[in-house]
């Protein structure tokens, strides 16, 4: 009965961090978000739960396509593009190990995910106002 309180909980925690969240913090969680549902996914192998498995696994494919697909080619020149082809090797990844129940290609994604996070984590602030601003600019002028 508590445990259901506590998710209860931690589900309007995670909520209210979305709705205040800036594009780049939405980021940072989507990406959390992956490396957790990984590691639950690991987790469902070891124990041979294919459907809970099958399942992380499946939220993990669609939080890397969105990151994928909101990619601005245009504007990120080689870092966009480069990404978008890593993320999609993540994606074909993540397939391989749900057939292969792959322990060790699950492993592979999070080495190439973790510093992806890394070093958006570590992006300065003021460059992140430059960003929006630009954004801004952009989307007012359509």
């Known amino acids: ?20 969240a800036d594009p780049h913090r939405l980021t940072l969680m989507l990406m959390q978000g992956s490396l957790d549902r990984i590691a639950y996914a690991k ?7 294919f459907a ?22 245009d504007v990120g020149g080689d870092v966009a593009q480069n990404l ?6 993540m994606i074909t990844r993540l397939l391989d190990a749900n057939v292969q ?14 510093p992806i ?4 984590a570590s992006i300065p602030e003021d460059a ?3 960003a929006y601003e ?3 600019r952009k989307s007012h002028s359509m």
Do not use: F, P
Not at 1 to 20: C, E, P, T
Not at 43 to 49: A, I, L, N, Q, T
Not at 117 to 120: E, L, P, S, Y
């Open 1 to 20: 009965m508590a445990l259901k309180g506590i998710n209860a909980y931690k589900k309007d925690s995670l909520k209210q961090d979305i709705a205040s």
């Open 43 to 49: 987790g469902c192998m070891e124990r041979k739960d």
């Open 52 to 73: 809970g498995k099958a399942e992380h696994l499946s939220r993990v494919n669609a939080i890397l396509l969105n990151l994928r697909d909101t990619l601005d080619l």
């Open 84 to 89: 978008y082809s890593l993320y999609e090797y």
């Open 101 to 114: 129940n792959s322990l060790q290609i699950l492993d592979e994604v999070i080495s190439l995910l973790l």
């Open 117 to 120: 996070k890394m070093a958006w």
């Open 128 to 130: 992140k106002e430059e």
């Open 134 to 136: 630009i954004q801004r």
